[in-house]
């Protein structure tokens, strides 16, 4: 049963989208004209399409050249990227091309079905934790929500995904997510070893011991200049790996100091076979504030929705994170303190997105 709406009561705006699980895509199959006062976002975190003018066409990285000759050089690049603005692009990651197709198709076929379907996944309800299905980022807590509608799903172990998470997503989420990881670790590997600091294999796999693909989808929008897709944030964990559709909308904020109005925004252009790596705060946090965990938003557009599908890799809930100790006594400081990191998660998930304050909660 599909509740009702009206668009100048609050309340049942945020019954109908959040807790019955229509999402902004039952707003947007409601048939409005225009966003609901509860979208609108004040006019610092509105998106410029003029503002963003740059686009990242040249920072794409060849993989298949990290094992070879070129080595030094491309782990130079890498490096490089992830120093200054945190983000780049890969190809030739080993990811099967074909996969990358049927991921964006996974994603429109589990939005398109009716609510009732989607919502048995809902926060609360859903019939485990591997799966979530919800929209914006943390609705309660927002004044303004996120036009974004997702599905989560954490990755324990085959058995419990392929039981639990949904049947529309669950075998290409789990080829992705299986795919991918060894790329993942690599990128991690040269950018420690970059730190002039040597990781077992242990050490390594504790730093993607929590791994969650996410199929997110952004509906049409009939004022994309007044909404953000995903307001300004950074990613929680090491590294997070996105595939994104031919739309675009996806933008990385330049420099970390800038005031307000001297912002820089540049968008990560859609590249037809790459896929999007980006530092989250936790390897910012590793690295003594060498690696930049990128602050990013997404805007929304009115001709068509998009999909993109990340892996956020983190570490394993118990492992206790801080700067590491041959960073803290060759810099003479640690500029963080150490978390446990299910505590960091807890923090994170527990504010809306707010630029890089995440990061205040391992301030030293
Ligand atoms: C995210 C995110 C960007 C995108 O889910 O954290 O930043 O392009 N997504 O969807
Ligand atoms: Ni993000």
Known sequence: MASTFTSNDDTSLFNFVVKDGNGVKGLVDSGLTEVPSRY??????????????????????????????NHDQVAKAITHAAETLGFFQVVNHGVPLELLDSLKAAAHKFFAQ????????????????????????????????????????????????????????????????????????????????????????????????????????????????????????SDMGTLTMLLQDGIGGLYVKKGENASPEDEEW????????????????????????????AEHRVRTTSTESRVSVPI???????????PLAELVARDGMARYRKVIFQEYMNNFFANSHDGKKSLDFASA
Request: hydrophobic share 35%; with cysteine.
């Open 40 to 69: 609108i976002q004040p006019p610092h975190h509105r998106i410029n399409k003029e503002l963003a003018a740059e686009s990242l066409a040249n920072m794409t990285i060849d993989l298949s050249e990290l094992d070879g000759p």
């Open 266 to 293: 540049i968008e990560i252009p859609p590249i037809d076979g790459a896929l999007v790596i980006n530092v989250g705060d936790t390897l910012q946090i590793l690295s003594n504030g060498r690696y930049k965990s």
């Open 114 to 233: 009716p609510a009732e379907k989607k919502a048995v996944y809902l926060k609360g309800v859903s019939p485990s934790p591997v799966v979530k299905y919800g929209t914006s980022f943390v609705p309660e807590k927002e004044k303004a929500l996120e036009w974004k509608d997702y599905v989560s799903m954490t990755y324990t172990n085959d058995a419990d995904a392929l039981e639990f998470w949904p049947s529309e997503c669950k075998d290409v989420a789990l080829e992705y997510l299986k795919t991918s990881t060894e790329m993942v670790k690599k990128l991690l590997q040269t950018l420690i070893e970059n730190l002039g600091v040597k990781f077992n294999d242990s050490r390594l796999e504790e730093l993607v011991g929590f791994r969650m693909v996410n199929m997110n989808f952004y509906p049409t929008c009939p004022n994309p200049e007044l909404t953000v897709g995903v307001g300004r944030h």
């Open 312 to 322: 956020f890799n983190a570490p394993s809930p118990v492992v206790k994170i801080g």
